[in-house]
């Protein structure tokens, strides 16, 4: 049995998402865990109808709940009597919830957690994804509860989930009329009185040059929403960072808003035994008086609050320039290539102005493109330096409507700031597209504790004094991509790669001498492998960004900074890194809100072209789809067909197409990952009639159990996995066909032919084993290994899942379990010591010995002595016939 529920002192957002949820888990029963907020009860007393959907909690029987579905919250000490559920075996718990993931003590096995401004939004977002229809009364409720926790959309905390789901909300029926009526509420007298009192004891701390206000009160009753008195005092005071602390009865309240970075309210109220958002937080205590609530709360303000940030912290570096005698249309080029709007001029060494692209665009209209950019550079600019506040850089982009500063250590140029970095430094934002360029929030999170869980001692070992050969030389290293990606999934991945920012290559080699490595540079891109003594790897590349001079072209490697070594990557959740240094060792680095695609199981490209760029990436988006079991985003998948549309896969090189198709078909079941290529039309880019029809659809399906048997067997036999895949995959093709996929593919000739020739060969074969009638005779082990043992295992796994005959089967089971290893004891120099003449007749005699062990005849040594003794007494040798699936011998 399914149980929807939420936390204790319900609120309307957890009533929206209960309902959102019921139409994801139609069969599930909505069960309150305690109480409601006073909102709430006016909301059911005036709308009992509402209530026929809910389930009481004493009519549940809490033995049978199989699966619980939380929303709004992720603590145990606060749902009641359903934490009971949480030490059974085997309870499913999944979990829709919008405060941070770090903030709740319940282990999830389902669900999304995410930044948001309401649960209700995560939840509707899926609904509107998955085309779920809603009533416009069930509309209405989810609307009241994004509308309640997000102020009516005028939060900090509210993000752009919320506004689409308000509008999907609405385009479903939802009425902002009923909205508006529970929405509006007035002042009780108690909460008139307690706001009074509250601004009387309003007082503002300084901590880490940020201001603070706090407020507190005494009641001998409990008087509720007091959030609703901390939002009023926030906007009637322009707080910018407000705790609201209550003495009711025997409990302490604290409310806390903040409108600014320094100040995490989730953070420091987590210490106090409460949590939320960074911008909305909560705590209730127990058993503490008010004044000691007060000391732990400035204890914790004091360690919690982070200093002002200034220009260093929110500056990109290193910078892209360009010369005063840059030509105008020579800029275009530099500006689109960097995917900047402006660029520093230099004379030198100096800076002497900014080109913006609007100059750039507007000077090209009127025909100015062989000018240089002196002529229409900005000359006026301000001067940072990496401690100017963020506030002053602010206030110039404001005043001078400007959107790029450039930051200087004395006279040299060491980075710039821009309109987007200040964004992305106040402000949440959107994983969209083109994401170096979108207000997304660094995102970071200490993961050591994690990674001493899941990591080896030796793994550990390795990154820490990664770390360590970092601080020596001054270079801050990290560890990036698909380890970190598998490494927050649970998934073990012994692939390291490592990113310096700096001279990788000197980093390797100091690490490598220092730990006995080899160490293989290559100086062009920046890169270098180390490699242990026992064969471990570890890769190595100082951060650089690449840029494509047409599509599908190899890119152009240039040293940048860490985040455009990242945004160069295929998808979001490969774009993660870990700090390795010592200072800041296992803390996460989150440009792309990778974090949030892993929650949701999106594969999202970075950018609208890039696919356009590296049309690779399309068969990249499929594998990491089907290995990981989550899906491709509904825009990147759009992007993919105009991929296709465009044609741009054509121009890819063989090599790479076959690099990208044999990873695949190295997968644990590419079957899925074939289909869904097949689906998206891209086969034709490998042969014109290639296709995924009811025939090598059964075919490929057959080949994960053949290849699982085969595996099971341990055999000392190598083969390669991807050739079963593709021959099956080819199946439809003809010999000449088949010869033009694998030229198309860059195949060796040599290889190439081998393969044909074998292919041909073994269909050959079946159709005799086919062709073979009941009176045929079985065919004796000898014949069966004549005819598969010049065969690759490839082709010969290949035939076991093509025939459909159960005589083809069970001869090629035999030849691998019993035949293939099949030897004579006795050797060419053993007949010839028997007197037996230099020539063909030893040859002869050795295969029909082999024949007579394969079939049983001979056993031991001696036995073998004996037969061939008697093929030289009776002057015999056996002439080797071509005894196919139906010949006489």
Known sequence: MDVITTHLNADFDCLGAMIAAHKLYPEALMVFSGSQEKSMRDFFLKSSSYVLNFTRFKDLDLGKVTRLILVDCQHSSRIGRFAELLERPGIAIHIYDHHPESSGDIKMSGGIIRDCGSSTAILCRILEEREIAITPIEATLMMLGIYEDTGSLTFVSTTEDDFMAAAWLLRQGGSLSTVGDFMTQELTSDQVSLLNDLLKSLQSITLNGVEVSIAHSSVDYYIGDIAILAHMMRDMENLEALFLVVEMGNRVYIVARSRIPEVNVGDVLRDLGGGGHATAASATIKELTLIQVLSNLEKSLRQKVNPRRVARDIM????????????????????????????????????????????????????????????????????????????????????????????????????????????????????????????????????????????????????SSAGKIGDELDLQVYAVGGFVRDLLLGTENLDIDITVEGDGILFAETFASRFGCRCKGHIKFGTAVIVFPDGFKIDVASTRLEYYETPAALPVVERSSLKMDLYRRDFTINTLAIQLNQSDFGLLIDYFGAQRDLQEQNIRVLHNLSFVEDPTRVFRAIRFEQRLGFHIARHTENLI?????????????????????????????????????????????????????????RLLEEVKPVISWFELLFLDRKYEKWVVYFLALCEILTHDEFIEVCKRLAVSEHYREKLAEMR??????????????????????????????????????????????????????????????????????????????????????????????????????????????????????????????????
């Open 641 to 697: 067909k105009n991929a296709v549309k465009m044609d741009f896969l054509h121009k890819l090189g063989g090599k790479r197409l076959l690099s990208e198709l044999v990873i695949i078909f190295k997968e644990r079941d590419p079957f899925g990952a074939v289909e869904r290529m097949a689906n998206l039309g891209l086969l034709r880019f490998i042969h014109p009639v290639l296709k995924l029809d009811a025939m090598n659809r």
């Open 760 to 889: 041909r060969l073994g269909e050959r074969v079946l159709d005799a084993f086919n062709r073979r009638g009941a009176k045929c005779r079985p065919l004796q082990p000898s014949e069966i290994y004549r005819l598969f043992n010049d065969l690759a295992v490839e082709v010969l796994l290949y035939l076991m899942a093509r025939t459909k005959s159960e005589e083809a089967k069970k001869a090629l089971s035999l030849y691998f379990t019993k035949l293939q290893g099949v030897h004579t004891i006795l050797t060419g120099d053993d007949i010839l010591a028997l007197g037996v003449a230099r020539g063909p007749m030893v040859g002869e005699l050795l295969e029909q010995l082999l024949a007579a062990r394969l079939n049983g005849a001979v056993m031991s040594r001696d036995d073998e002595l004996n037969f061939i003794r008697q093929a030289i007494v009776n002057n015999v040798v056996f002439s080797q016939q071509d005894t196919g699936p139906c010949s006489e011998s």
């Open 316 to 463: 990109s570096s290193p910078v892209k320039t360009m010369t005063a005698d840059t030509l105008i249309a020579a800029a275009r080029e530099l500006l689109t290539r960097y995917n900047v709007n402006a660029m520093p001029v230099m004379s030198g060494n100096k800076m002497i102005g900014i080109i913006s692209r609007r100059i750039v665009e507007k000077a090209l209209y009127h025909s100015l493109g062989q000018l240089p950019v002196s002529e229409y550079m900005h000359t006026e600019f301000l001067r940072t330096s990496p401690d100017t506040p963020i506030q002053d850089i602010q206030e110039y982009f404001i005043r001078q409507n400007r959107r790029f500063a450039p930051v200087f250590a004395k006279e040299e140029l060491i980075g710039v700031i821009t309109r987007t970095d200040l964004l992305r430094s106040m402000y949440a934002g959107e994983a969209l597209y083109d994401l170096a360029r979108e207000d997304i929030p660094t995102k970071s999170k200490e993961l050591a504790r994690q990674m001493k869980g899941r990591l080896s001692p030796r793994v550990l070992q390795i990154l």
